[in-house]
T-cell receptor
């Protein structure tokens, strides 16, 4: 089955700096890659996603890049703010039911 | 904006007891999912449900688990005889079928504690 690796597991940045989280996946048939933000005790919230027919997508301070040849994708957050502090999960969608396989998560801490 | 809802928010049960977790997916969605998240770990896929039947299930989803859509709105996960290791947050999710929309929207979760 699909395997998604995510790095780093923890990331601390100063407010205003950029944060980058990287994921790799194993199933070349996967074609949809969402990123979820999860605050403590809350549900995962979709923050951005990318489909396999594009290489980059941006939404304000958040961007995602995809390299299908290398099977990796990355989340970029610019001008980080304390409210960006949360656990971020990457995922890939595959299988006949389009179920998500999640990475292990990155605890992002933005220091004021 | 429509949201997936789940009840209860927290369920405490004794080992060996049956529990039923309930979800109301977004009304025009056709794919339904259950995921679980053990404290501090990643979200794991359990089962997907489409057209009134299971479409995929993971190794975690053994004979102790079952899902049902008893009416036009609810989607339930039943654990027949709970074990300590079933303690986790259980998330329901739903998505539209077909088209170009694949987003899965998650409910707030049910925290299951097995004692």
């Amino acid at each position: 089955g699909e395997n998604v690796e995510q790095h780093p597991s923890t990331l601390s940045v100063q407010e205003g700096d950029s944060a980058v989280i990287k994921c790799t996946y194993s199933d070349s048939a996967s074609n949809y890659f969402p990123w979820y933000k999860q605050e403590l005790g809350k549900r995962p919230q979709l923050i951005i996603d990318i489909r396999s027919n594009v290489g980059e997508k941006k939404d304000q301070r958040i961007a995602v890049t995809l390299n299908k040849t290398a099977k990796h994708f990355s989340l970029h957050i610019t001008e980080t703010q304390p409210e960006d502090s949360a656990v971020y999960f990457c995922a890939s969608e595959g299988g006949s039911a389009r179920q998500l396989t999640f990475g292990s998560g990155t605890q992002l801490t933005v220091l004021p | 904006e429509p949201e997936v809802t789940q009840t209860p928010s927290h369920q405490v049960t004794q080992m060996g007891q049956e529990v039923i977790l309930r979800c109301v997916p977004i009304s025009n969605h056709l794919y339904f999912y259950w995921y679980r998240q053990i404290l501090g770990q990643k979200v794991e896929f359990l089962v997907s449900f489409y057209n009134n039947e299971i479409s995929e299930k993971s190794e975690i989803f053994d004979d102790q688990f079952s899902v049902e859509r008893p009416d036009g709105s609810n989607f339930t996960l039943k654990i027949r005889s709970t074990k300590l290791e079933d303690s986790a947050m259980y998330f329901c999710a739903s998505s539209e079928s077909g088209g170009i929309t694949y987003e899965q929207y998650f409910g707030p979760g049910t925290r299951l504690t097995v004692t």
